[in-house]
């Protein structure tokens, strides 16, 4: 069903409010047309007619970085050792079986759960395009429009990251697998993504696979689209030592640098991981205020290290968050993750204000897909909210005052009540409004795909 902003006039009354700065108790917000019309701070009880939101309201959280296939590995692939590459060989056995009916099933559970995790917004990294073997289907973007409909069916917004991914490594052609994600060529990839448009729900950006996935002489013709089209454009930077190896042998370079050199890097552009990075590598990123989206709970399920965000922040490069392989669908675990992961690798606390962290799970990553009119609470931003209980066992406790604290390091998914996009409930007293049974939905559609 179209995802459709609410239009008549509506007003929600908030119990406690993150208001950027701090939280605030008695909050009205008034909505009409999708959007925050006004935002009262003196209505210490509902007024007539209000939709009371009881706990603690946050802007609606952004997960900037989805692969919605992975979603079927949760659970069964972490039995004995190995490394990101041996994952992947699991990933691909997946990625095979995948129609455009499976993967509308599959996505719009997962992107479902992510409704009943709070997430309001998602950016889906896709580059899963034709049918085995590279053959199109006979709509050439049948894929992208699956994933376009499940997130409207499930009632969340999406920027869909259509992805050029040419080669299996510097100077291999495609495998048997990655057949079905390549276009052949950038020109002919830019040529298939001008078919998509976008939506009420929904905005089309780019990706770059990678600079494994893309030879060095077609990176431009990928940027150049997304600066034409003022798209956001995403990049899988650094993730793996091996990459970061095989680029230098092929470049005398490093990926940050030959990203740099192809004009990839940007306001618009935001690397994805950026784990193992030059003391370079992070001016250049941060000089550029290219974005960086930090992935913690994949990044640790796959052993692949913990990044620089410390210092990529510092030099200029803004945060934001996702669930990428959706080992864990969870924001706020993705924020807590940074700032635990940091303190693991120095020793030391505070790297990050609860309010800072919050700040990447919400306006920032909203901004990293092209939504600058999100992850808000004010007049004239989307009116899509997310509220947390604070009478759980994870955050019952004195009632938050000062800052965002028990949302970040006390509450999970689980504590969430009420996801409401475009003034639209989609999840209301922690049940999803267009997909009742989400856990039947999600089983379902996993063994249609791992039998």
């Keep these: ?18 208001l950027g700065s701090h939280v605030a108790s008695g909050v009205s917000v008034e909505t009409a047309d999708g ?41 069964s692939v972490q039995v004995g050792s190995g490394t990101f590459w041996t994952w992947r060989d699991v990933m691909y ?11 509308y099933a599959l996505a719009r559970a997962a992107y479902a759960e992510m409704a009943l995790a709070g997430i309001t917004c998602v950016g889906e990294f896709h580059y899963l395009h034709h049918a085995p073997g590279g053959t199109r289907y006979d709509d050439p973007n049948a894929m992208g429009r699956a994933l376009l409909a499940a997130a409207a069916d499930a009632g969340i917004r999406i920027t869909l990251l259509d992805t050029a991914y040419l080669s299996a490594g510097f100077g291999d052609p495609p495998n048997q697998h990655q057949l079905r ?53 995403h990049v899988h930077l650094s993730e793996q030592t091996a990459e970061n190896d095989a680029c230098w042998a092929t470049h005398g370079r490093t990926p940050t ?15 994805v991981h950026a784990t193992h990075l030059t003391d370079e590598d992070i001016a250049l990123l941060g000089g550029s205020t290219t974005g960086v989206c930090m992935c913690p709970t994949t990044e640790r399920d796959l052993a692949d290290g913990i990044g620089p965000a410390v210092a990529l922040q510092e030099q200029g490069s803004p945060l934001s968050l996702g669930s990428d392989s959706h080992a864990v669908i969870d924001l706020l675990e993705e924020a807590r993750a940074m700032e ?106 996993i063994a249609a795909v791992r039998g």
């Design 257 to 271: 640098q030959l990203l740099a050199d192809h004009g990839v890097l940007g306001p618009r552009t935001t690397a």
């Design 340 to 445: 635990l992961n940091e303190r693991l690798r120095t020793r030391t606390r505070g790297h990050w204000t609860a309010a800072a962290l919050l700040r990447a799970a919400t306006a920032d990553g909203h901004a990293a897909l092209g939504w600058d009119d999100a992850g808000t609470l004010a007049p004239g931003a989307l009116a899509d909210l997310t509220t947390i209980r604070l009478d759980s066992v994870r955050t019952a406790g004195p009632v938050p005052r000062l800052g965002a604290e028990t949302a970040v390091f006390a509450a999970t998914a689980a504590d969430v009540r009420h996801t409401v996009v475009g003034g639209r409930h989609i999840v209301r007293d922690g049940t999803h409004t267009r997909v009742p049974d989400v856990p039947t939905a999600l089983a379902d559609a």
């Design 35 to 75: 959007r925050i019309t006004a935002v009262r701070t003196d209505t210490p009880t509902p007024p007539p007619g209000a939709e009371a939101l009881r706990g603690l309201t946050l802007p609606g959280l952004a997960n900037a970085h989805s692969h919605a296939f992975h979603r079927a590995l949760r659970g």
């Design 181 to 233: 994600f390549s276009d052949g060529t950038a020109d002919a990839w830019a040529e298939r993504a001008d078919g998509l448009k976008g939506a009420e729900h929904a905005r089309i950006g780019a990706a770059v696979h990678s600079v494994r996935a893309v030879p060095a002489g077609e990176l431009a013709t990928v940027a150049d689209w997304a600066r034409l089209q003022q798209a956001p454009l």
């Design 93 to 103: 056995g997946v990625a095979d079986r995948l129609t455009p009916d499976s993967y």
């Design 1 to 18: 069903m179209p995802l459709t902003p609410e239009a008549t006039p509506k007003t929600y009354w908030l119990e406690h409010a993150w």
